[in-house]
């Protein structure tokens, strides 16, 4: 997951002189360890000269449990995931662990619940967090539609102290300099369903910038004239697992009831059990 800090008021950042450190980000974390509510986390390795951090995260969750005398009772139980921080890539690396965080989007929502606390609003910052992308599908998507009528990049405003992917990073700075946006969304439009787009320098620089974790896109198009236009985003993913030469397993994350059917329906060959 990608952090990025910005300020909650950028003017007001610049008037009272706040430290522009990183490793504010560092002490939130460290200081969430005190919460007393539905989420906890403990800090092992705490290394502020290599910066880097390590320790467990939970969910407070509700299980049933049988006593000697077999009567059931609650009980609370917070399943540790374990959590790295690298502060030179600003990236948490967290355990896959379902059964606490069902999807990359809550473990990072997680996390920025629990860094934005007292330690970063006194310098009036907020932590932005995201997943990163393993893999950017976004050529293969725009080359899967025969007609395309929008494009939509959102890109997340870069920690005021990185310094990754510059040229994009510098522009994405003054932008957010200049409007305190915390993201920059450009639109590309063609109401006939005739874009064109090609990869080049400026726009393979954002998607590899939301490839990262620093956003997300959309595409909407259709395979043929008479469909229906239909909108496919980064956030959704396909896990297919093959063994022997056929599925065994196939992992849908934020597609619709309808876009499963027409998934399922162009899998359904490699699955079907063939007597």
């Known amino acids: 997951m990608q952090v990025s800090l910005l300020p909650i008021d950028g003017d007001l ?7 522009k450190d990183i490793k504010l980000f560092e002490d939130a974390i460290d200081r969430a360890k005190e919460r007393d509510d539905d989420y906890s986390i403990k800090v092992v390795i705490n290394d502020p ?25 609650q009980a609370e139980d917070f399943p540790p995931v374990i959590w790295f921080w690298d502060r030179e ?22 996390f920025e619940k629990i860094a934005n606390n007292i330690t970063l609003a006194e310098s009036f910052l907020r932590a932005h967090i995201k997943p990163k992308l393993i893999e950017s599908q976004f050529w293969e998507t725009f080359e899967s539609f025969e007609y395309v009528n929008e494009v939509r990049l959102s890109l997340i405003s870069p920690n005021l102290f990185g310094n990754t992917k510059k040229e994009i990073g510098e522009f994405l700075h003054e932008v957010a300099g200049e409007t305190n946006a915390s993201e920059f969304s450009p639109v590309f439009k063609n109401p006939d369903g005739n874009l064109h787009l090609k990869p080049s320098k400026w726009l393979n620089a954002m998607i590899d910038w939301i490839k990262d974790g620093a956003g997300e896109w959309s595409i909407r198009g259709k395979k043929k004239l008479k469909d229906k236009y239909k909108t496919i985003t980064s956030k959704q993913k396909v896990k297919i697992l093959v063994v022997e030469g056929s599925i065994s397993e196939i992992e849908l994350e934020n597609y619709r009831p309808e876009e499963v059917a027409e998934i399922v329906e162009m899998l359904r060959p490699r699955y079907t059990y063939k007597g």
Do not use: C, P
Not at 54 to 66: A, D, P, Y
Not at 91 to 109: C, H, W
């Open 49 to 73: 000269d290599s910066g880097y951090m390590s320790g467990v995260i939970s969910r407070k969750t509700e299980i049933n449990l049988h006593d000697r005398n077999f009567e059931l009772h």
């Open 89 to 110: 890539e600003q990236v948490i690396l967290v355990e896959n662990r379902r059964q606490v965080f069902s999807s990359a989007n809550v473990a990072a929502k997680t």
């Open 13 to 19: 950042f610049e008037k009272e002189h706040r430290s």
